[in-house]
């Protein structure tokens, strides 16, 4: 999973970037600090996977990673190659979603780019950028469509048609991910990779004194993402850098102090898996113990696939076990004895949390 980080400039964007891949960004009070994407592995917390440590106690516990991208900060005019715009455009082409930094707290001390914090006008301003860029992409498409209709495929004219509903669509302010298709348009548009059709996660930084508390700014960003259709949450990146500078035993009493009962990290990714529809299945072993990512509705065998192409084209079948139930009775021999290891086959939809053992043929 791929993540871009993004933002107006000055929005805390690089600082929450810091804090949470500790890839050390430079965060500086003044534009495009921040050119080329820095990038920052992150490990998926999952309690899970730290009990089944303590249970097998493996050579490795290898958890599933998360790729943050922190990309330049957008100006207007960016679709049309202002500021870093073209670079912008592209970097966020490569991300499977988008988190969007939102500045929701006032200080004198930080400049803002518009003078002013308003956080529905600044997602305004890169929404507006991205559907841009998808105007003009949508509109290539069209009028190549319209070329190849006179090839007498109906196809082209499908793809024209639905390329003018579209335009209109983005043209009155609207991203191309509210813009409703049937199934066999939604392929196509999909195939069309447009900005504006990705996931968004809108994170609002939000100052100290507001943490447990949403803000007027705050209430408005969730609002304006519940009607995108899109994800939202409250972080303060100043103290995400805090927590991110204490040691581990440290952490959890700095959290409770502060009344929060997860680190923003780890809302942030649980809300990531949310928005992307991903769920994680377990491995163990005395090599190690693992934590594999995969889409939701995801079967046996393409999760097999993950581990190793071999392990999908010679599926048997999954001997599965759901993480609670072999957390509650200490081992899967004692699953066994009770039945309670399934054996499944093929057509089996992997469950977020599956213990799984995949049998296969070399």
Known sequence: MKLGVV???????????????????????YPFCTIEPNTGIVAVPDSRLDKLGEMYHPRKTIPAT??????????????????LGNKFLSHIREVDAIVHVVRCFEDDNIIHVDGSVDPVRDIETINLELIFADMEAVQKRGEKAAKLMKTGEKKYVVEKELADKLYSHLESGKPARTFEVESDEKQIVDSWFLLTNKKVLYVANIAEEDIGQDSLFVTKVKELAQQEGAEALAISAGIEEDIAA??????????????????????LIQTSYSLLG?????????????????????KAPQAAGKIHTDFERGFIRAEVVPFDTLASLGSIAACREKGLVRSEGKEYVMQDGDVTLFRFNV
Do not use: H
């Not at 377990?282 to 995801?298: F, Q």
């Open 66 to 83: 998360v790729e943050f991208l922190d990309i330049a900060g957008l100006v207007k005019g960016a679709s049309k190659g202002e500021g």
């Open 278 to 298: 991903l769920i994680s299945f377990l491995t163990i072993g005395e090599d190690e113990c693992r934590a594999w990512t995969v889409a939701k509705g995801t």
């Open 7 to 29: 933002g107006l400039p000055n929005v805390g964007k690089s600082t929450l970037f810091n804090a949470i891949t500790n890839a050390g960004a430079q965060a500086a009070n």
């Open 246 to 267: 204490l040691p581990d035993n440290e952490k959890a009493e700095f959290l409770s102090a502060l009344g929060i009962g997860k680190s923003g990290l780890d809302r």
